[in-house]
Every structure is written in C-alpha cells, then in structure tokens.
C-alpha cells in the first residue's frame, strides 16, 4: 500500500473516530451550557446506544431500524432520569454554585460506575457488534477501502450537528437553552425554568450520545466499558475545541479524531489512548479556552 | 490533649487486633486499609480541607509504586533511598500540574489530574523494559528496619500502623494550626480569604503537593509489601475508588478517610460472592452518599456525637475539620 | 500632598463592559480619620472597596497607601500592607467556629508553615499561643467572648457582622474598609456598632465607612465622600454634606428636601 493511501485511510478512520468524538463532545456542550455540569456518564450514552440495540435487534429480534430507533427513545429516558434522580436533587440547598459543581461531577461519575456495572451485568464482558447498514462491500476510494459504515457514521453525525444547531438557534426552547449558558441569573428572571433546560440538555445529550453509539458499534463493537474512554476522549475533543461551544465540540472533535489517527498510524500504536490525552493537557496549558474560545474559565 | 483522643484509641485498637487475629487474609486487609488511609488522608486535605478535586491519586500511587520498585529491581538501589526520591518525583510532577491549573476554576485540576493519570497508565504498560509492562514488576524487596527484614504480614503490619498514626499524628496538627484554618478558610470563602491575607494559589498548590506525597509514599509501602506491581492497579477506576472512599468517609473529616478506606476495603471482601455486582454497586453508594449524606461516616457519627452530648448536657468545643 | 494620608487615590477609573463603575475618583484619607462613603445604591461604593481591597484592579489610575503603590496587587498583599475590611453580605467562614474566624485573621501576620505545625515545632506552637491570644481579645473588644466556640453560622445576624469586623481587626491593619456594617441592624445593633468604630479609630485604625444610614454617618464621620455614578460629587465634613443641594438631589431625585438639623 503506498503512503498516499496509507495516508488516506488514517484520515478517513480520523474523521469516522473524530464524528464520535464530536456527538460526545456536543453532548458535554449541552449539559454544561444549561447546568455547568459536567457529566462524566456520557460516554455511557454511547455505550447504552450499542448495547440496547444489540439486546433488541439481536435478542428480541426487532428490525434494526425500528431497534435503533427505540433505543435512542431508551436512552433518552435514561438520560431523563438521570438528571431527575441525581442531578436535580443534588442542586438544591444554598451553596456556593462551584462547589456544587465539584459534587455533581462526582456524581455524574458515580452514575458512570452504575450504569457501566449495570452494563457488565446485563451484557457481559465480550465485544457486541450490529450489522452494518448498507451491507458489508468495502467502499474504494482513491486506493483507499473502506467501510461503508463510515459514511453513515460522518453523515448522520452532521445531521445530528445541523440539527441541533438548528433547534438551539431557531426554537424557542433552543434559544432559552442559550440563555442559560449565557448568564443563568438573567435567564432565571426571564422566567426560564432552569431545572427545565438541565432536563432538556440532558435528554439531548443521552439522544444524541445514543446515536453515536448505534452508529459506530457496526465499525468498533461495544463493550460494557467502552464508554469511558469514549467519553473522556469526547470530553477532551470539547476541550479542545472549546468548551461549551457546539462549534467547537464538532471541530474538537474531528481535530481529535485525526491527530489520534494519524498519531496512532504514523507514529506509535500502543500509545494511541495516550494521544486525546496529551493534547488536552497541552491546551489546558497553552490554551484553555480551545480553539474557538470557550466561555468563562478563569475566576478573577 | 484531647485531639489526639482518636490517635490513641486507634493505637490500641491496631495494635491489639493481631493478638486476637492471625489470619494472613483479615492481617492483608488491614494493612490495606492502612495504606489507603494514607493515601485517602491527602485526598482529604485536598477536597474536604483546599476544595479541590483530583481523578489522578492513581497516578501518583502509581508513580512512588514504580520509581522504587525500578529503582530497587532494575537498579539495586536500596529501598530507603528510592523513598526520598519516589516522593520528590510525586511532588514534582504534583506542583507542575497544580501551578499549571491551579489559578483556574476546579475543574480544570480534575480534567488535568485524569489526563496525567491515564497517561502515566499507558506508561506504566508501554515502558516494558523499566516496569515490565502488563505483566509487570516482580521481584521487589522487601524493607529492612536495623536488620529486622519485614517479610512477614505481621511486620509489615505493624510498621505500616506506626506509619499512619504517625501521619494521623501530624494532619491532626495540621488541620488545628494556621495552616489548617488557612485551608478551611479558602474552602470557605475564598475571596473573603484573600481579603483577610492568605495566598489562596500557593496554599492549593501546597496542598495538592502534599496530596500527591502523600499517595506517593503510600505506593512505595505498597510496592515492597506486596513485592510485585501490575499497572492494572493505577488506573482511573483506582482514582474513583480513592474519591469514593474520601467521600463516603467524610471529606471534610480527616477520620473520614479512615471510615472510607476500611469501608470500601471490607466491603468489597465481605461482597466477595457478588463481585460482579461491586461496580455498580460503588456507583449506587457514591451518588447516595452525596445526594444525601453529604457529609459521610464522620458527618454522621458527628451529628450522633453531639446528639448524645446535648442529650447529656455537655456544651463541647466545636472546631471545624475534626 | 499631605503629608499625613494614609491613602491617596488619584484619577482612578474602573469600567465593566460598557460600564463607567467608578469616574476620574480622587481623594484622600488621612490617619486616624474615620471618613464616610455615601451615595445612592450603584453609586459604586462597593467597587471602590473591591477596587482598594485588589479584588479589582483600576483600567486607569493610582492608588497609594502608606506611599506605596498598591493597585495592581492582590488581596492578600495589600493585607500584608495592612489594609482589611468587611463585607455587605456577610462573608464568614461557616466551616469554622467563631474564634477559628477570627484567628483566620491573623494569618498574614504569622508565618508557620506546613512543616512546623505538623511536626509542631517550638516556633509554631509559640505563635499559635499568640494567636489564640489576639484572637479572644479581638472578639472580646466586639463583644463576642461568651459564643466563641460555637460554629459561625449559630450567631445571629448582628452578631456575625460584629464578628466579622473581629477577624478583620485581627489582620492588625492600618485601614479598615467597613462595607455597609449596619444593614439590616435595628436601633441598639447601630448603636454598638458606632461605639465599636469609635473604639477602634481610638485605637489608631484609620475606618473608611461605606453606609446607608444616615444617622450613624452623620454621628462618627469626620468627613464623608459623596458618590454617584462612581463620581465624586461632594466632599467634606457632614455638616455640609447635609447641606449639599447635589448631595441631596442625587438620593432623592429632583426633589429638594429640607436637610435635617
């Protein structure tokens, strides 16, 4: 196979990864946006996307879409409860709004543990995979083969993007989402219902997180863990791109996903986790606010 | 000196406890319990006391673990000289990544405690040569006192109890000096803290410092006990554990780390025959106890204490942090 | 330039986003005085605390206390300097009981670190005994004596601003910045808290006073400045404050009052 080739299929496996990375990181959007939290449960998103729709189309034998499709109406629910047992309640009582903070990102963790020890339970320990979309005939390209599922993954992706995008900018429910990112005290004398936006951010985030699951268990499968490192990679591509910004979670993402390719194919392969990694620590040194700048991080 | 009533009590209770229990099996989990102690303490001081969270105690567990053990293996260095050096390198590594976000809101210390910590994982098995790699470190000696090899459970039992009363003995002093105040006034209020003189940067640095020591000398203990490092246990769910433990001990107690770390070290034991359910079962505990029991074992136990004081009649002093 | 002020702020301008929060300030305060400020609610008051206290830094401007230049530094240096103060809504420490507050304060005059505490060093335990000491004294000048070791939060509202005047007494400052200490106190509250300002100018503390009522102003201020929009508009002794048309139309809007006798 020739460089340009070699090349070439890093790029496309980068861009498949990066769109992963990108939903995840826009679900860490979401949530911060309306609640300040960080919700370290969202890689489990993804996880759960795979795995209910494994359990419905392989064990209940639902066709696929309708198995997709359910699951991310599944997920959402999850994610709903989520916020609603764990989140809400926590975010009552007077205290200072950081510290606050501190205990919801633990607690997200905390619902991270659950849900993966729920996971290993209910699915066991192995690798699960879903059929590919449109059939398994490799793609060629410029010499390159690849996978077709790659396709779907990259373009339901931005779909998932634009739409969003879409529903924050043009939908009443969209733009007081924003309000709340913006300055949460101004929104709460608006008349925004705050706990409703933490809600709504969460749902959006367990769908869209969901989605990226469906999408990439055909390419990588699923385990019951492997939403961790899905999630906090994704967590590093939002950081990347600059947290809190939808923006920046997509361009964070695909930066993320090519640099971890390429690094990967290029450089070394057993140090390919270490690579989102590195790059996080790098910008939180250099440049904290991401690439395209994210909101408030500094105290005064 | 009536702070050091818990001090004492617990003297007695560890070293009586090998009188009555000689089994190999309950002797291991309280040395365990020891070392977690230890490194659950730091934790303490850094959320309870400064505020501050770190997801990458592993990663310094790790690190004092490995620096003696490779130092002593693949250098036949002896133990005692690699200790100073393990814990120069935890704290080194600890005050880059403290200066480095420290000045930023708190988040910005976790993500970058993980960041390191997954890293150092990925080290730890890639650096095949230096830490044997997933198969990992063997062969690592045992500490020697005057001559007196502790090779046996019992030993080394006892020499890691001395330890951490030793270092109970010195939080407690620290957490009733200025520094301690110090450190509860920024976790307070820490503009007002500014306002009234402290440094609240360099003290968050100092504290995530001694944190990251702390840890350090408890992975070397680990390291010579144990005499064999896997790197599978310096990883991210380590650092989870080590939270929960602070958390459901009681962050802003220093016992709490004591209640925490034999909890969540029993408890695994005793669920032995539901291992599988241990995961989840973690995260159930961790979210409960901060939705409800905010303050953990010794925030309960304190509530009972003063309960049972007013009941009787008796007006206590209250300090802050105890 | 007198030679007696303990704090000169010449053209001082602070601006938040579009904001002009404080205008071209200057004044002066000398030792020993205990001078008041006053102004209509967002007249910047408060500010101009932040601002001397460097929890804000001025866009333009210098400030000088004791001749040195102390407006790009931070809160814990200008304590060191000696300056301190209280603040409008209540900033205690509610994780500490009432004498840890107020030994809190004394930590800029201290110095044991880390090592000498934990291993408990002479020098340590010497200084933590004089702190102890400062520390009952200052809460006996206040008053508070009796509730000192009970949890900060336990004291009543009075009692927490008196405590908090404690603890900046404690920091052993030339200057004490005291933000709004009379809020929310009845009658008798005022009363104490104007005798224990008194007691502490007489004790060679120079008090710049930020306040809202008028009677306590008007008893203890040898002079008072006069903010709106974060500008001077008046300055002097309160007599002719009183007096001061400006003064009087900017908290009452274009209604002219008969000022009080």
């Not at chain 1, 990864?17 to 860490?28: D, M, N, R, T």
């Not at chain 1, 996978?147 to 992706?157: F, K, L, R, S």
């Not at chain 3, 001749?67 to 931070?74: N, S, T």
Request: charged letters at 15%; glycine letters at 10%; one cysteine or more.
């Amino acid at each position: 196979m020739s460089f340009e080739t070699q090349l070439l299929q890093y790029i496309i496996a980068g861009l498949t990864l990066g769109s992963v990375y990108a939903i995840v990181a826009l679900g860490f959007s979401m949530v911060y946006n309306a609640s300040k939290v960080i919700n370290f449960a969202q890689g489990e998103f993804v996880m759960l996307g795979g795995l209910v729709t494994i359990f419905l189309y392989g064990k209940i034998h639902l066709p696929l879409i309708l198995s997709m499709m359910a699951t991310t109406v599944i997920v959402t629910f999850i994610g709903i409860l989520i916020e609603r047992f764990t989140i809400a309640p926590a975010n009552v009582g007077g205290m200072d709004r950081e510290k606050v903070v501190v205990i919801l990102i633990m607690i997200t963790i905390g619902v991270s543990e659950f849900l993966k020890g729920g996971a290993m339970l209910l699915w066991g320990k192995d690798p699960l995979g879903l059929p590919t979309f449109s059939g398994e005939k490799p793609i060629v390209f410029w010499k390159a083969s690849f996978n077709p599922q790659i396709i779907w993954v990259v373009g339901i992706t931005l779909l998932v993007v634009i739409l969003i995008k879409f529903f924050l900018s043009h939908t009443l429910l969209g733009k007081a989402m924003r309000g709340c990112s913006d300055n949460q005290t101004l929104a709460r004398l608006m008349g925004i219902d705050i706990k409703w936006m933490s809600m709504v951010s969460f749902a959006l985030s367990a769908a869209s997180g969901s989605v990226g699951g469906i999408l990439i268990t055909p390419i990588t499968l699923m385990t019951f863990d492997g939403g961790l490192m899905l999630g906090l990679k994704g967590f590093c591509a939002g950081v990347i791109g600059g947290f809190g910004n939808v923006l920046g979670s997509i361009v964070g993402g695909f930066v993320l996903g090519l640099l971890e390719s390429l690094g990967a194919g290029l450089i070394s392969s057993s140090y390919k986790d270490a690579i989102a990694f590195l790059i996080l620590l790098l910008i939180l040194r250099f440049r904290p606010t991401g690439i395209l700048g994210a909101k408030t991080i500094t105290r005064t | 000196m009536s702070r050091y009533r818990g001090v004492l009590i617990l003297f007695v209770i560890t070293m009586i406890f090998p009188l009555f229990v000689k089994s190999h099996y309950h002797l291991n989990i309280m040395i365990f319990i020891g070392l977690y102690t230890i490194l659950a303490l730091g934790l303490t001081l850094l959320l309870g006391h400064a505020g501050q969270v770190s997801l990458g105690q592993a990663c310094f567990y790790g690190i004092g673990a490995y620096v003696s053990g490779i130092a002593t293996v693949k250098f036949g260095m002896n133990p005692w000289l690699a200790l100073p050096i393990a814990i120069a390198i935890t704290s080194i590594l600890a005050f880059f990544i403290g200066y480095s976000t420290l000045h930023l809101k708190g988040l910005y210390l976790a993500m970058a405690t993980l960041g390191v910590g997954i890293i150092f994982n990925i080290l730890f098995v890639e650096l095949k040569d230096l830490t044997g790699g997933a198969i990992g470190l063997m062969d690592i000696p045992s500490l020697s006192i005057g001559g007196i090899k502790l090779d046996t459970d019992l030993k080394f039992y006892c020499f890691v109890w001395l330890i951490v009363l030793f270092i109970f003995f010195l939080t407690i002093n620290l957490v009733n000096s200025r520094v301690g105040r110090g450190m509860r006034a920024i976790q307070g209020n820490e503009m007002a803290a500014n306002c009234i003189g402290i440094d609240s940067f360099k003290y968050k640095i100092k504290v995530f410092v001694l944190s990251g020591a702390m840890a350090g000398l408890s992975g070397f203990l680990y390291a010579h006990f144990i005499n064999f490092l896997s790197p599978s246990v310096f990883d991210f769910s380590f650092s989870i554990l080590f939270l929960t433990m602070t958390i459901v001990g009681g962050r802003e107690s220093i016992w709490g780390a004591f209640y925490g770390a034999a909890l969540l070290t029993i408890l695994p034991e005793v669920l032995r025959r539901y291992e599988d359910l241990n995961v989840m079962i973690w995260g159930l505990i961790l979210v409960v106890v901060l939705i409800f029991f905010n303050r953990g074992i010794a925030g309960g136990l304190d509530i009972l204490v003063k309960k049972l004081e007013s009941r009787f009649g008796k007006k206590g002093e209250w300090r802050g942090g105890q | 330039m007198d030679n007696n002020s303990l704090l000169i702020v010449e053209d001082v301008e602070k601006i938040f986003g579009g904001l002009v929060a404080i205008n071209h300030l200057s004044f002066t305060i000398d030792e020993g005085q205990i001078k008041s400020i006053i102004g209509p609610n967002g007249a910047g008051k408060t500010t101009l605390l932040n601002l001397i206290m460097g929890v804000y830094s001025p866009d333009r401007g210098k400030i000088l206390f004791d001749a040195h230049r102390i407006e790009k530094l931070k809160p814990y240096q200008i304590a060191s300097f000696g300056i301190s103060r209280t603040f409008q809504t209540i900033a205690l420490f509610e994780n500490m009981s009432v004498v840890e507050n107020v030994m809190v304060g004394r930590h800029v005059r201290t110095r044991s670190e880390f090592f000498s505490n934990s291993f408990l060093f002479r020098r340590a335990r010497t200084e933590e005994n004089a702190i102890s000491k400062m520390a009952w004294e200052k809460l006996d000048l206040v008053g508070l004596k009796e509730r000192g070791w009970e949890p900060a939060p336990a004291l009543t509202f009075a009692e927490q601003r008196l405590l908090e005047i404690a603890r900046a007494l404690a920091t052993d400052p030339k200057l004490l910045l005291l933000d709004e200490p009379a809020a929310g106190l009845n009658m008798t509250e005022i009363k104490m808290i104007s005798q224990l300002v008194q007691k502490i100018r007489a004790q060679g503390v120079t008090v710049i006073l930020v306040e809202h009522q008028m009677d306590l102003v008007m008893d203890i201020s040898d002079e008072i400045l006069v903010l709106n929009y974060g500008t001077k508009i008046a300055e002097g002794k309160p007599r002719e404050i009183q007096n001061n048309p400006e003064v009087i139309r900017a908290y009452l809007g274009e209604k002219i009052d008969i000022a009080k006798d």
